[in-house]
């Protein structure tokens, strides 16, 4: 069964940290992967997209890794502001039926 | 340009009644996607429809049905609802040329109640 895990459900950390959301997958034959951003109630927004054949992309203050052979991704937000504090999930387009797996979530809280 | 759009914003409905949920996608866009989404959990994918065609479709019973239409605006129905069915129903496009490659775009999407 094709599955994404993210751990943890839930973090808190001091605003001006750099940390890490992890996020895994159980088909190393992915073609994509994607990094989103939901606010409380709200709709997804697309942050970063990883082709199978990249290793990684970026923006802003945002950098996503992705590791096939491992199955996982990471993505990296550097100097957390308060703005950032939202849910963030990620998915995967692991066969051809295209469709996006997704993950659980990581509830992202940064405490000013 | 605008993004993706979706009405209604939020609805109540009773159980064992029929809802009809709408979603216009970003100009140019020619695939629609449909994901349900209940509360602390990840989304969960329905449908997706290109160029009026069924795509793919998710596990979900023969109750959830869809369809594109020539502007490529796409309506999700659901029939005899179940409590189960409270959900937030969102809805995607993207150009739909090369589904492997493409960013999805979401809309803010449609909050369904059911009692």
């Known amino acids: 069964k094709q599955e994404v895990t993210q751990i943890p459900a839930a973090l808190s950390v001091p605003e001006g940290e750099n940390l890490v959301l992890n996020c895994s997958f159980t088909d190393s034959a992915i073609y994509n992967l994607q990094w989103f951003r939901q606010d409380p109630g709200k709709g997804l927004t697309s942050l970063l997209l990883?082709?199978?054949s990249q290793r990684e992309q970026t923006s802003g203050r945002l950098n996503a890794s992705l590791d096939k052979s491992s199955g996982r991704s990471t993505l990296y937000i550097a100097a957390s502001q308060p703005g950032d504090s939202a849910t963030y999930l990620c998915?995967?387009?692991?066969?051809?039926?295209?469709?996006?797996?997704w993950g659980a979530g990581t509830k992202l809280i940064i405490k000013p | 340009d605008a993004g993706v759009t979706q009405s209604p914003t939020h609805l109540i409905k009773t159980r064992g009644q029929h809802v009809t949920l709408r979603c216009s996608p970003i100009s140019g866009h020619k695939s629609v996607s449909w994901y349900q989404q209940v509360l602390g959990q990840g989304p969960q994918f329905i449908f997706q429809?290109?160029?009026?065609?069924?795509?793919g479709r998710g596990n979900f019973p023969d109750r959830f049905s869809a369809r594109q239409f020539p502007n490529y605006s796409s309506e999700l129905n659901v029939n005899a609802l179940l409590l189960g069915d409270s959900a937030l129903y969102l809805c995607?496009?993207?150009?739909?040329?090369?589904?492997?490659?493409?960013?999805?775009?979401f809309g803010p999407g449609t909050r369904l109640l059911v009692l």
């Open positions: 990883i082709q199978s």
């Open positions: 995607a496009s993207s150009w739909g040329t090369r589904l492997t490659q493409e960013t999805q775009y």
């Open positions: 429809y290109y160029e009026k065609e069924e795509r």
């Open positions: 998915a995967a387009i692991m066969d051809s039926n295209y469709q996006l797996i």
